[in-house]
């Protein structure tokens, strides 16, 4: 048996409020791209894969044995106060979505995480193609919620406030279920209200949100063929999935 250690990497994202269009745009985050079939550019997110081709070929299942992540820094929210559009804090949060799954989330499935989390029953009645899911796909799976906290944190960026977000709920759905996928399919995924547009908007200006990791410990052993096999079909039926 081969211990290993698998890492997933996610760079910063740090969004602008544009002043015309009230909406969010990226800086300097050419690694995000938005999901949202809207024009509000609410939902961005960052994907990368882990290769297990080389496991794949030598008929190897990889076992997982835990699942943890790293933030590189502080979760930040900037925001200018005019009389007539003050800061919103009720709506100013962030929702975080971290997923390693054996099997690829269309668009569709990462703009409906708000929503629904992969592998788990959804409600029918939302019109939202939520995937082919259970439990064993997502290998690691976490949600955060970040809340504004306006008493922590100090002005800058030229704007009248600059406060920290803070964790105000946490879960986790990991599966850490065995895999003989080639591939591993690593989302990061982050929700977030309007800036500044009528309607529910927040007054923030600025939000910067850290560099992450997720490592995950595993090792490989060779299945019994039956077993593998089956592993195996399952695995590529869904990864091919329409």
Same mark, same amino acid.
């Given at each position: 048996?081969?211990? #290993?250690?698998?890492?997933?990497?996610?760079?910063?994202?740090?969004?602008?409020?544009? #002043?015309?269009?009230?909406?969010?745009?990226?800086?300097?985050?050419?690694?995000?791209?938005?999901?949202?079939?809207?024009?509000?550019?609410?939902?961005?997110?960052?994907?990368?894969?882990?290769?297990l081709a080389g496991y794949n070929?030598?008929?190897?299942?990889?076992?997982?044995?835990?699942?943890?992540?790293?933030?590189?820094?502080?979760?930040?929210?900037?925001?200018?106060?005019?009389?007539?559009?003050?800061?919103?804090?009720?709506?100013?949060?962030?929702?975080?979505?971290?997923?390693?799954?054996?099997?690829?989330?269309?668009?569709?499935?990462?703009?409906?995480?708000?929503?629904?989390?992969?592998?788990?029953?959804?409600?029918?009645?939302?019109?939202?193609?939520?995937?082919?899911?259970?439990?064993?796909?997502?290998?690691h799976g976490r949600k955060t919620?970040?809340?504004?906290?306006?008493?922590?944190?100090?002005?800058?960026?030229?704007?009248?406030?600059?406060?920290?977000?803070?964790?105000?709920?946490?879960?986790?759905?990991?599966?850490?279920?065995?895999?003989?996928?080639? #591939?591993?399919?690593?989302? #990061?995924?982050?929700?977030?209200?309007?800036?500044?547009?009528?309607?529910?908007?927040?007054?923030?200006?600025?939000?910067?949100?850290?560099?992450?990791?997720?490592?995950?410990?595993?090792?490989?052993?060779?299945?019994?063929?039956?077993?593998?096999?089956?592993?195996?079909?399952?695995?590529?039926?869904?990864?091919?999935?329409?």
């Amino acid at each position: 048996m081969a211990e #290993r250690e698998l890492c997933s990497e996610y760079p910063p994202l740090f969004l602008t409020s544009n #002043r015309i269009t009230g909406l969010w745009e990226l800086f300097d985050s050419p690694d995000w791209i938005s999901v949202d079939p809207t024009p509000n550019d609410n939902v961005w997110v960052c994907q990368n894969d882990i290769d297990l081709a080389g496991y794949n070929q030598q008929d190897l299942t990889l076992f997982f044995r835990n699942s943890f992540e790293q933030i590189g820094g502080n979760y930040v929210g900037s925001w200018n106060i005019e009389v007539n559009k003050p800061l919103s804090e009720f709506s100013s949060l962030i929702s975080e979505f971290t997923v390693i799954s054996s099997v690829p989330l269309s668009n569709d499935d990462l703009y409906g995480l708000p929503l629904g989390l992969p592998g788990f029953i959804q409600f029918q009645r939302l019109g939202l193609d939520f995937g082919v899911f259970n439990r064993s796909h997502i290998i690691h799976g976490r949600k955060t919620m970040h809340g504004l906290s306006p008493n922590i944190g100090a002005s800058a960026f030229g704007a009248d406030g600059n406060g920290l977000f803070l964790v105000a709920d946490d879960q986790y759905f990991s599966s850490l279920e065995p895999t003989a996928a080639d #591939r591993l399919y690593c989302y #990061r995924v982050i929700a977030l209200a309007n800036p500044g547009q009528t309607g529910v908007s927040t007054g923030l200006q600025t939000v910067s949100v850290p560099a992450k990791r997720i490592l995950l410990s595993a090792s490989s052993m060779k299945e019994e063929d039956l077993e593998y096999m089956m592993r195996l079909k399952r695995s590529y039926e869904l990864a091919n999935q329409e």
